[in-house]
């Protein structure tokens, strides 16, 4: 049931732009979106509900597409403090605030 | 300080002990949650927690025990600790009521079991 990210990891130039996906296989209520940095916590980036709501980051833009479950983080110009780890959490149909993660997107950032 | 805090941040201990990790935050938030951390599973959900006194389980429950008496605190206890739960720990909260509120980490515990 862990949503499916896509790819494990990816390597950019700084100014390069990047695309990281999220896949379930269940019906969902939302999509979070959070960055790891080595030994840190996870820190938010956006959330995408159901019916075309966004809200976030006003650097980093996603999409979510309800019929297909899929999410889409969008990286643009990224810069060399976008490297980390990247994260989809997916919110099923009326399960609250609980939320299943994919495994991961590992992104470094060179200058 | 606000926010939202975890102890230890290092522990040790042996197969079979019992553990408790603390948690607490000063937002009143009203859910909280633990996770676990391994290489190749990113986070998995072991309890939540929707308030006072409801908690409920997650992805990966078998082994802890999880209590919940005030808003601000979440412990979570190891009952015998073995050597798969070696991993990073890391405690959340969110607002209040409702779905899809953004989640709030603590630093985590770096948990070894030996």
Same mark, same amino acid.
Request: net charge positive.
């Given at each position: 049931q862990q949503p499916?990210?896509? =790819?494990? #990891?990816?390597? !950019?130039?700084?100014g390069e732009d990047a695309v990281i996906n999220c896949s379930s296989s269940k019906a969902l209520y939302s999509v979070h979106w959070y960055r790891q940095k080595h030994?840190? #916590? =996870?820190?938010? !980036?956006?959330? !995408? !509900?159901?019916?075309?709501?966004q809200?976030?980051?006003?650097?980093?833009? #996603?999409?979510?597409?309800?019929?297909?479950?899929?999410?889409?983080l969008y990286l643009t110009a990224s810069q060399l403090s976008y490297s980390g780890t990247y994260f989809c959490g997916t919110e099923r149909n009326n399960a609250g605030n609980m939320l299943t993660f994919g495994g991961g997107t590992r992104l470094m950032v060179k200058p | 300080d606000a926010g939202i805090t975890q102890s230890p941040r290092y522990k040790i201990t042996e197969t079979g002990r019992q553990v408790t990790l603390m948690c607490h935050q000063t937002w009143s938030h009203s859910y909280m949650f633990w996770y676990r951390q391994d290489l190749g599973h990113g986070l998995r959900l072991i309890y939540y927690s929707a308030a006072a006194d409801i908690t409920?389980?997650? @992805?990966? *429950?078998?082994?802890?025990?999880? +209590? &919940? +008496?005030? /808003? @601000?605190?979440? *412990?979570?206890t190891l009952e015998s600790a073995t050597r798969s739960q070696t991993s990073v720990y890391f405690c959340a909260s969110t $607002?209040?009521? $409702? %779905? %899809?509120? @953004?989640?709030?980490?603590? *630093?985590? /515990? &770096?948990? /070894?079991? /030996?």
């Amino acid at each position: 049931q862990q949503p499916v990210q896509s =790819p494990q #990891a990816v390597i !950019l130039r700084e100014g390069e732009d990047a695309v990281i996906n999220c896949s379930s296989s269940k019906a969902l209520y939302s999509v979070h979106w959070y960055r790891q940095k080595h030994g840190e #916590a =996870p820190v938010f !980036l956006m959330i !995408l !509900l159901k019916g075309g709501e966004q809200k976030g980051h006003d650097k980093i833009s #996603a999409s979510f597409n309800e019929k297909k479950q899929q999410s889409s983080l969008y990286l643009t110009a990224s810069q060399l403090s976008y490297s980390g780890t990247y994260f989809c959490g997916t919110e099923r149909n009326n399960a609250g605030n609980m939320l299943t993660f994919g495994g991961g997107t590992r992104l470094m950032v060179k200058p | 300080d606000a926010g939202i805090t975890q102890s230890p941040r290092y522990k040790i201990t042996e197969t079979g002990r019992q553990v408790t990790l603390m948690c607490h935050q000063t937002w009143s938030h009203s859910y909280m949650f633990w996770y676990r951390q391994d290489l190749g599973h990113g986070l998995r959900l072991i309890y939540y927690s929707a308030a006072a006194d409801i908690t409920d389980k997650g @992805e990966v *429950p078998d082994g802890y025990v999880v +209590s &919940r +008496s005030k /808003t @601000e605190n979440f *412990p979570l206890t190891l009952e015998s600790a073995t050597r798969s739960q070696t991993s990073v720990y890391f405690c959340a909260s969110t $607002g209040i009521g $409702g %779905s %899809s509120y @953004e989640q709030y980490f603590g *630093p985590g /515990t &770096r948990l /070894t079991v /030996t």
